[in-house]
């Protein structure tokens, strides 16, 4: 099994800063693909970004060049760093880990990020 625990959300004004981190634990040997994803109230769940164990990242257009996805090998760690942000980024930030980018098995429990003044 594999544990994903976030860390870092909260309340963030708009232009403001914030950076998530997931730690993973337990039998992660082999993940190559992990990454982070969001759901607003009422939305679907949506791809934020990824990034493979070479670090190739990959973002969503809503995001590209505010966000910056990384990735800590040696602490089994990936984080999201947010920059510029507006009211529409408030959601849940969930991480999650998988063998395949676009193909998440594993999922945190979640933390909430909101954007507001």
């Known amino acids: 099994q594999v544990q994903l625990v976030e860390s870092g959300g909260g309340l963030v004004q708009p232009g403001g800063s914030l950076r998530l981190s997931c730690a993973a634990s337990?039998?992660?040997?082999?993940?190559?693909?992990m990454g982070w994803y969001r759901q607003a109230p009422g939305k679907g769940r949506e791809l934020v970004a990824t990034?493979?164990?070479?670090?190739?990242?990959n973002y969503a257009d809503s995001v590209r060049g505010r966000f910056t996805i990384s990735r800590d090998n040696t602490k089994n760690t990936v984080y999201l760093q947010m920059s510029s942000v507006k009211p529409e980024d408030t959601a849940v930030y969930y991480c999650s880990a998988g063998f395949r980018i676009g193909f998440p098995i594993y999922w945190g429990q979640g933390t909430q990020v909101t954007v507001s003044s």
């Open positions: 337990g039998s992660i040997s082999g993940l190559n693909a």
């Open positions: 990034i493979t164990s070479v670090g190739v990242t």
